[in-house]
């Protein structure tokens, strides 16, 4: 049946600045200084090993369940570096890296992830809020934070990460479209890394990319090589750009893979073969960005050696304290706080029913 | 004071809360140039502007979602959810969120967010317009969850519940609307959350009732005062969670006779809270089982029966009687 | 920053075949048999009709609230007129003329809207849910039959109707996803009549059009002139074809405006101009449907004048006959029936109660 | 008879049902090739096919509003939510539909679907994986909300959920998943829903419990048998609404002690209706208050502390104790 086509607004790209062997597209260099990519290079490998080690703990049973990052560093990681200390990052739990990055300490991230609440902490400082398990659901308040630096006239960003899986949600249609109609200045960063557990990216949406969910909203969307972490900052730093401009909200989606585990709970040989996996470690970010970084004369084989000595010097350093930390007995009359700013009778009472049940049982035994 | 309606009294809160502190934001689906479906923003829209009264997309659970990040951020925002009956789609913002961040931070962010819904039957409404489910958000730890009984109580509440730093479910009765005036003072006037009141003073038996139910339940006590020569003692709850039990408690001491109102589903109700409190703190002198005169366990009829749905006086009156003669 | 373009599918058109005069595009006309024409126009006249009579009703106290579909006749019927009996239709609450059209009472439509549950049956033979009020929720559940109807390999489609204000929804974001991704025999209509109560189309998404959101989810979207009964018609057939033939979902976005208030108890003065309501009078589905009948000699005055009064006379009886039947004293202990199966002992009691109570009373009295 | 693990028992009900119906169709999350991320659905999708087994998109209410649909038209969709603390995803899908089509059909349609869901503690898992809401679902009209509390429980409660005409809430406590085997038999069992069960039988105190719960119940029972010579019954109730209140009722008016335990946060939890329903048909028999033990009225804490939240023997015979001494 023939009839009008309608002019959309809206183009969809593919920005892929590094590709596999490291060599780069020099017309889309973002030129970043030498200091920046080393500083860059640095906190990928930080990541990669603090996954390593933190898989290692949680097989020894030292520490719970938790989601590894590996493969994936470059997708959150070049994302987060434009952001400014006072710009806020919502993260989802497949962040590590960036979390870092912003200043999270390693001891947080390994107190949380042994079952101790303390480890949720934010810092004063830190402008990011704590990790969120519900999946998408983080996402709208990002709007809502950028909408509160709209409203105060502050040239400030709120950058909201979700995975491939999290475009399902009702959440994050629900904020792509606040966000559209609100023009405020969010980054939206979905690491698409093919999988939600067990589910493909290719039974979660019929949609050829998940960059042109952009077009529903009327927003900006772009997709990126996200094992490229040049390519990720080049893109989020034209949104940040945008977004400071008051030209509203950009979707990035970072094409990446998840190499290990959903958790450490789950077990992809369920549902994934080892050649997807074997075809995506040959796109590995870290891999790429140091042939590049070596090619470009800026790391040598000695620096390789020293950035990963000293990481894990860093890395051992946090399991002690943290260990030491989770062993002082805990108080388990902490569950009582920062329930209410002020607490309620009912919950004085709650408390000091646990307090006293444990004195008697203390004396008891 | 000037004798306001109750849709006039939280008009008058939000107005001068607006006024006081700018990073009060009023937000939800025509609450901008509309006014609110039920006129509660009216004239907002023009004297503050688009930018702190917002018109948002039809989604509750975005409205919701968006309003907990502008609380992290430092605003207050005050946002309205239509009827009651639509916040279950903002139900796991809530539960996962909003009543959480302080929690989930420990204690660096919290969210100072303020949720209105009307609730409650008895004005000819359509389909999923006329619900009373409180009891789902009294259930939430870290939430606070407030029933003003009029216009001088809603107004004060309101005004209280947007300068709590911690998130309130704020249900107002959309049969109490536009039923009845009282003189609301002009100047600031604010009531503590999580405290309840003594409605009336009597001595024989203690009604316990909130929000629509109220008046019913006073007009049962007169009742019960002229016919029956009965003192009622009726405490008005304010605030659902965190449930004040003092006030109930010592009026229970004294009259041995309790009974609860509600248009919320008996089973699992909020009655059933009140009456676990008055076991485990007054169980002694209770001289016999509580009562309880609530809603049906049943969806709300549409209105041609509703009437029979919602505590009459008449079914007050009935069960105060049977309750005294037991 | 250059970059490469990706090549998307998916391409949004816009059909229009009736013009405002009434005047027919020749080159895509559905040729519909002048049989359904005069049926089509007869239950656009019964639409607009029933609802006159409706704005009476309830301006006497003789019915509660309703939501007015004047100006709408067309992107509804012409949508719900390709359904076979045994498709479903999955309705929100302002396709009367469709839902009579399915063969719905009248009678039960002011029974409903008058506070009677009763006006809620369903009869049996009329595959449609009732009423839905929950802005955009009934959406999955017409993927759900539309899955059912595949999964029994039965060549059925369903089609939800909803209008441009439920787009927003996280529901309706999540019905689109599944459709595509479970290839159900789908139809999503949306009667984007520009406004929802107070907020303009405009403000409740940033995308240009309602259909290309579409896009977002992999499946076929199309434009319609909504007041164009011929046009709807069209792309509603084409969309059940599809759907018949395994080949998936369709969203259908039917442009046409609500020419009355939200519901009596809206007033649309407070948020829109009479201009711009004027400015819609001139496109109304009905006159430019008579033109085009007139012009093609299937109707002429007289036959005008038989058809409304012939409605008109149909309309007074179901008034008087749901009047008579709402006049018999509703019995409230009607409240327990339809919540279980089985009624549960509690209910049983809380039955019990009420009927003894009633009866207590009706003795005092 | 096999000994199985609850897991193994809710598979085995879940293929026999598929085998004897194939209108029975079980969806969600990772439910397919992955065979649920408990395991509950492995196999099903080898034996039964993609169609049968369906994984989903990642949006829990679409699959809730999507089974309501397939429901409606005659299908069984039992779908799983992947953890019950992101079932509040699709509370309004549940409120709003699930719990009131055959009331807003007027009988016309019903749903018969089960949403099964992992719940509760003891699991050392993530933040929002741990909570113990049943109280929610407990307090919707026309809805039923089940929790067994064994594998034989749960296979005879999973099967005739599933055979139910009305929608059902069907909990399993993920402590149990893998705690202990039960035998189960091969063939068909059932166990009707809304009817409790008397787990332990005794005379002079009523312990009522649930889910998790019921084993430290249990223990705590014998505990006091051996150490206090104290013969407590324990009251298993298996469906939580409608609530079945007859066991119960009949064993206080024969023991005149009563205390309820479960995981649920204390205020407006399950056991305040418990103990609503006590006062209202057993007042005249207690001869002391009702006691709870429960979860306190904060967020479950994350997993090194969570022993502490969870009641456990000790807290229990601690209470027991302190009610018989009254
Ligand atoms: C609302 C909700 N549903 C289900 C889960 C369980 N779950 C945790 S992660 C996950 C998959 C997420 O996939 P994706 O969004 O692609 O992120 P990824 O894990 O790949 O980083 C699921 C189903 C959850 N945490 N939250
Ligand atoms: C979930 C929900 N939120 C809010 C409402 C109140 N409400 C009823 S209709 C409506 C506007 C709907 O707009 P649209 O989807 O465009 O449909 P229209 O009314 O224009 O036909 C609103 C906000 C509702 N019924 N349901
Ligand atoms: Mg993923
Ligand atoms: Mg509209």
Partial sequence: ?365 | MAKMTMVQALNLALRQEMERDENVIVLGEDVGVDGGVFRVTDGLHEAFGEERVVDTPLAENGIVGMSIGMAVYGLRPVCEIQFSGFAYQNFHQIENHASRLRWRSQGRYHVPMVLRAPYGGGVRALEHHSESREAFWAHIPGLKMVIPSGPRSARALLVSAIRDPDPVIFYEAKALYRAFREEVPEEEETLPLGESRIAREGDDLTLISYGAMLRPTLSAAEQLEKEDGVSAEVIDLLTISPLDDTLFVTSVKKTGHAMIVHEAPMSFGPGAEIIARLVEKAFYYLEVPIGRVTGYDVVIPLFAREKDYIPSVERITHEARRILET
């Fill in chain 1, 1 to 365: 049946m023939p009839r009008k086509k309608i002019d959309l607004p809206g183009q969809i790209d593919h920005l892929s600045i590094l590709d596999e062997d490291g060599k780069l597209d020099e017309s889309l260099d973002p030129g970043l200084p030498d200091e920046l990519l080393i500083k860059l290079y640095e906190a990928m490998v930080l990541g990669r090993e603090f996954d390593r080690r933190m898989l290692n703990l949680q097989r020894q049973g030292r520490i719970g369940t938790f989601p590894p990052i590996t493969g994936q560093e470059a997708a959150h990681l070049g994302a987060a570096a434009v952001l400014q200390a006072d710009d806020w990052m919502v993260p989802s739990f497949r962040e590590t890296a960036a979390e870092l990055w912003r200043g999270r300490s390693m001891e947080s991230v390994l107190m949380a992830f042994n079952g101790f609440n303390e480890g949720f902490h934010v810092e004063e400082g830190r402008n990011d809020l704590p990790n969120s398990v519900p999946v998408g659901s983080q996402v709208l308040h990002a709007v809502g934070i950028a909408w509160a630096m709209k409203y105060r006239k502050e040239k400030r960003v709120a950058m909201a990460f979700f995975g491939d899986g999290a475009t399902s949600q009702g959440d994050v249609h629900e904020a792509f479209n606040f966000a559209g109609v609100f023009q405020v200045p969010a980054i939206f960063v979905c690491q698409n890394n093919q999988w939600a557990i067990s589910i493909p990216r290719s039974q979660q949406t019929r949609s050829k990319t998940i960059a042109q969910k952009a077009l529903a909203y009327g927003i900006e969307g772009i997709q990126v090589d996200g094992n490229d972490i040049l390519a990720v900052y080049a893109a989020a730093a034209e949104a940040a750009e945008r977004a400071r401009n008051g030209d509203g909200p950009t979707l990035i989606e970072c094409v990446t893979y998840r190499l290990m585990m959903h958790t450490t709970a789950d077990d992809p040989k369920r549902y994934r073969t080892e050649e997807e996996v074997e075809s995506w470690q040959k796109k590995d970010p870290i891999h790429r960005f140091q042939s590049y970084l070596k090619e470009k004369g800026i790391i040598d084989e000695d620096g390789i050696a020293d950035v990963e000595a000293s990481v894990k010097d860093r890395i051992q350093e946090a399991v002690d304290t943290a260990e030491k930390q989770m062993a002082e007995t805990p108080d388990p009359l902490h569950m009582f706080a920062h329930v209410y700013d002020t607490m309620p009778p009912h919950l004085e009472a709650q408390r000091e029913q646990l307090a006293q049940w444990r004195n008697n049982t203390g004396e008891e035994e």
